[in-house]
T-cell receptor, first 109, second 115 residues
Framework: DAKTTQPTSMDCAEGRAANLPCNHSTISGNEYVYWYRQIHSQGPQYIIHGLKNNETNEMASLIITEDRKSSTLILPHATLRDTAVYYCIVPPGNEKLTFGTGTRLTIIP | KAGVTQTPRYLIKTRGQQVTLSCSPISGHRSVSWYQQTPGQGLQFLFEYFSETQRNKGNFPGRFSGRQFSNSRSEMNVSTLELGDSALYLC??????????????FGNGTRLTVT
């Protein structure tokens, strides 16, 4: 199973872009990178996922390096409601997801 | 489209009792998986059901069990409750059951407190 490494915490000013990095150097060719976030006392929320190409949806953009060993989640205009723990995950092909400790993102007013 | 619904939202039980938690997946989703989240252990996989069959199971004792009904709704049961079972229990549903290209959609969980 591909292991992911994320910084423990990050701060970002409100209105600025939040860039959250993730390393997944052991990822295999057919494994996707997923991002979820969890706001206190709620269930994790799916944000975005990708395989090789960069992806964008209404919530965020996902930039995956060409060698696929790392990725960056971008929240283009962070708001206070984006304060949460962000998890980068490479699922092992079943539902036995390991969420790890993620990155605690704090948006500063 | 309604999200994943878990009931009840909060539950308080006494050691030795049993508890049943319920999960209604997003309409059309056939896979339902369950997770336990505690401050010390993070989010841990319990089991996954697809079309009424258990496909994967995590490393939890036999006191933890589950089932899925023909309408994809799922229940999990914990018997002989222990203090350490106090946790947030999360249910997630997905279309195909394979997380390769099928995101999980989580409910807001059931907060179980064992006294």
């Amino acid at each position: 199973d591909a292991k992911t490494t994320q910084p423990t915490s990050m701060d970002c000013a409100e209105g600025r872009a939040a860039n959250l990095p993730c390393n997944h150097s052991t990822i295999s060719g057919n494994e996707y990178v997923y991002w979820y976030r969890q706001i206190h006392s709620q269930g994790p929320q799916y944000i975005i996922h990708g395989l090789k190409n960069n992806e964008t949806n209404e919530m965020a953009s996902l930039i995956i390096t060409e060698d696929r060993k790392s990725s960056t989640l971008i929240l283009p205009h962070a708001t206070l409601r984006d304060t949460a723990v962000y998890y980068c995950i490479v699922p092992p092909g079943n539902e036995k997801l390991t969420f790890g400790t993620g990155t605690r993102l704090t948006i500063i007013p | 489209k309604a999200g994943v619904t878990q009931t009840p939202r909060y539950l308080i039980k006494t050691r030795g009792q049993q508890v049943t938690l319920s999960c209604s997946p997003i309409s059309g989703h056939r896979s339902v998986s369950w997770y336990q989240q505690t401050p010390g252990q993070g989010l841990q996989f319990l089991f996954e059901y697809f079309s009424e069959t258990q496909r994967n199971k995590g490393n939890f004792p036999g006191r933890f069990s589950g089932r899925q009904f023909s309408n994809s709704r799922s229940e999990m049961n914990v018997s002989t409750l222990e203090l350490g079972d106090s946790a947030l229990y999360l249910c997630a549903s997905s279309l195909s059951g394979s997380s390769y290209n099928s995101p999980l959609h989580f409910g807001n969980g059931t907060r179980l407190t064992v006294t």
